[in-house]
């Protein structure tokens, strides 16, 4: 019943489609400006809103975001030359000390200190806004090529800039690396940059393998082997379901682990050493499960006592620490809340059931027990009563 209620929960989830209208359709601005199209962008909160002058390539532009902190800074920018930071052509708002907004333009041509310039194109009109936690750059910007709509966009938040008023670099989380792409002006098309929409691709699949090896299966696999057992009828049936549940289990985590080393490899300056430290350490403790399996002495064996604490402590350090590295890794990922729900739906449902077949295989236990021990007595009234 449960469970059919939590895979039930997980299929609407994963099938339920996202063709609710964009959050920035609702967006207003105070001098009731309208703009002709508008997209919720993927990464960091963020807004576009725009209106396209064909005749005179240009844009009129309302970019909004939740700088990281109050006294943060926001941005956007096009990359005439590439895509990401290096050469893109800069509005930058924040807070000046003076307490007013200010836009300024920057000609980002390094990772190193943001200088602020004229752009290769020219941009009119800026004013900023900060209220309800969002700053707005309203701009109009002149196409960096007559005629050609399509344009590579990157956009940023900070957390604090100097007293000077020089932004201080941004954070490197996912979000703040994944916020680059192309924006066809026409369309309204829009694509993550070739390098981070892949990536994002991979941290998701990275993710998926991962919560449903260490976070589903082996917690599955080691409910098998626990509950089953207390059932005569299942006596050889648990032991091969169980093992090849986990060596299952341990293919699919296996597949996602690399996939977790290669993304660590791949991005350079970036460390969650928490969750890599774990990740490793996990699969370690499932690798010595597999030698476990075929290293385990016969019932009986003098060594069997010893073989099956270190067995049974090693397979609860893997559901425990794999749990806690989910957690982590949603956290770093931060996918939409649904799927981190989805996770705790899964996971409190197989609490659960665990709790209440623990509870029916105690009660079995103690019945097996108390027959046990009735049963020398029942024989021995009968037999005074023959006698
Ligand atoms: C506040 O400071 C900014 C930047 O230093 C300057 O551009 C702006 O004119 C100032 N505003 C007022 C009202 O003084
Ligand atoms: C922006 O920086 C690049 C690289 O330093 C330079 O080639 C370009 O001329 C600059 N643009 C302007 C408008 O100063």
């Not at 300024?104 to 941009?123: I, M, Q, R």
């Amino acid at each position: 019943m449960a469970s059919s209620f939590f895979l039930l929960t997980v299929v609407l989830l994963l099938i339920s489609p996202s063709h609710a209208q964009p959050t920035c359709a609702t967006q207003k601005f105070t001098n009731n400006e309208r703009y002709d199209r508008c997209i919720d962008l993927p990464e960091l909160g963020s807004y576009l809103h725009w209106s396209l002058d064909v005749a005179k390539d240009t844009v009129d532009i309302v970019f909004i975001a939740p700088p990281a902190t109050p006294d943060g800074w926001v941005s956007w920018a096009i990359n005439p030359t590439g895509e990401g930071m290096v050469g893109s052509q800069s509005l930058i708002a924040f807070t000046a000390a003076n307490g007013s907004m200010v836009v300024d333009t920057y000609n980002v041509s390094s990772y190193g200190a943001v200088v602020k310039g004229k752009l290769d194109f020219d941009v009119t009109d800026k004013k900023g806004e900060y209220s309800d936690g969002v700053m707005r750059i309203f701009a109009t910007v002149e196409l960096p090529e007559k005629g050609q709509t399509v344009v590579n966009q990157v956009w940023q938040v900070g957390g604090s800039v100097t007293e000077g008023g020089v932004p201080v670099r941004h954070a490197f989380q996912p979000g703040n690396l994944g916020s680059k792409g192309s924006l066809d002006l026409l369309s309204g098309e829009i694509s993550g940059g070739g390098n981070g929409n892949s990536k994002t691709k991979k941290r998701n699949i990275h993710g998926i393998l991962n919560a449903v090896s260490w976070g589903i299966l082996f917690p599955v696999g080691i409910m098998i082997a626990r509950y089953l057992r207390a059932f005569p009828a299942a006596d050889p049936a648990w032991f091969y379901l169980h093992g090849s549940s986990q060596v299952s289990a341990f293919a699919i985590g296996a597949a996602g682990w690399g996939t977790g080393m290669k993304l660590g490899s791949e991005s350079k300056g970036v460390k969650y050493s928490g969750h890599r430290n774990i990740g490793i350490a996990l699969f370690c403790l499932a690798t010595l499960q597999v030698f476990a399996l075929f290293l385990r002495p016969k019932v009986g064996h003098k060594f069997r006592f010893y073989w099956n604490i270190y067995h049974h402590g090693t397979g609860y350090a893997v559901i425990t620490l794999g749990i806690l590295n989910v957690f982590k890794g949603l956290e770093i990922l931060s996918p939409s809340s649904k799927w981190k729900l989805a996770y705790i739906i899964i996971i409190s449902s197989l609490g659960i059931i665990a709790f209440v077949l623990e509870a029916f295989t105690w009660i079995i236990v103690f019945k097996r027990k108390s027959v046990k021990v009735t049963k020398p007595n029942g024989d021995a009234r009968r037999q005074s009563s023959a006698a």
